[in-house]
Structure formats: structure tokens, C-alpha cells
Nanobody, 122 residues
Framework: QVQLVESGGGSVQAGVSLRLSCTAS???????LGWFRQAPGKEREGVAA???????SYVDSVKGRFTISKDTAKNTLFLQMNSLKPEDTAMYYC?????????????????WGQGTQVTVSS
């Protein structure tokens, strides 16, 4: 089992930055971690993934603005979000798939956090 707890969401103005954190616990060996988001009335979409080997992948809409990273010693995943836009407004979820490497486009999580809300106003 893997437990995931997100933090760092909030309400901000467009153009500013936020950093989300996800603390993972349990059997986190050999998992790919990622961030997903779901806006009201829309399907959940993958935002970024951090594979076991350290490789990263992003959905096109956040490339160049968001950066996913991991503090391995603290088992914490981060999502640095810069130049936020109103369309980034969503509930953001941390997720884990028990696979050594995958990309966000095809990531199919086995575990989910409870989510943290990000609201960006214009």
C-alpha cells in the first residue's frame, strides 16, 4: 500500500506561482509518482509524472510552466507551478503507479491522494 498526502494548494491571482507537495509513505519502492488534476465538469487529466529512474513527463498545456521534482530522502514529490492561468484551476491529486517507468500520458495510478484545491483568478 502507498499513502499520499498533498498540500500547498490555494487561491491566487493569475501569473503567480504555487508549489504543491505530496508526501508518500508505505511501500514506495519502484513506483512512478505523478500529479493529476480535475476541473469542475471536466475529466481528470494527467499533469506530470516522475518515474523511478528520475525521468519526467508533462502534459503539453503545462510544459515550460510546471516542474515536477522529488526529494527522495523525504519521499516527497513536488509540483512547482509558475505563470499560473485561470485554466489551471482544478483539484490537484498526487498519484502513484506501481511501475518503474511510465509517462504521464499513459499513467494509470493504483493509489491516489485526497487532493488539494488550486484556484487561479484573472
Amino acid at each position: 500500500q502507498v499513502q499520499l498526502v498533498e498540500s500547498g494548494g490555494g487561491s491566487v491571482q493569475a501569473g503567480v506561482s504555487l508549489r504543491l507537495s505530496c508526501t508518500a509513505s508505505g511501500d514506495t519502492s519502484r513506483v512512478t509518482l505523478g500529479w493529476f488534476r480535475q476541473a469542475p465538469g471536466k475529466e481528470r487529466e494527467g499533469v506530470a509524472a516522475y518515474a523511478y529512474d528520475g525521468s519526467t513527463s508533462y502534459v503539453d498545456s503545462v510544459k515550460g510552466r510546471f516542474t515536477i521534482s522529488k526529494d527522495t530522502a523525504k519521499n516527497t514529490l513536488f509540483l512547482q507551478m509558475n505563470s499560473l492561468k485561470p485554466e489551471d484551476t482544478a483539484m490537484y491529486y498526487c498519484a502513484a503507479e506501481r511501475v518503474l517507468g511510465t509517462i504521464i500520458k499513459i499513467m494509470t495510478p493504483h493509489y491516489w491522494g485526497q487532493g488539494t484545491q488550486v484556484t487561479v483568478s484573472s
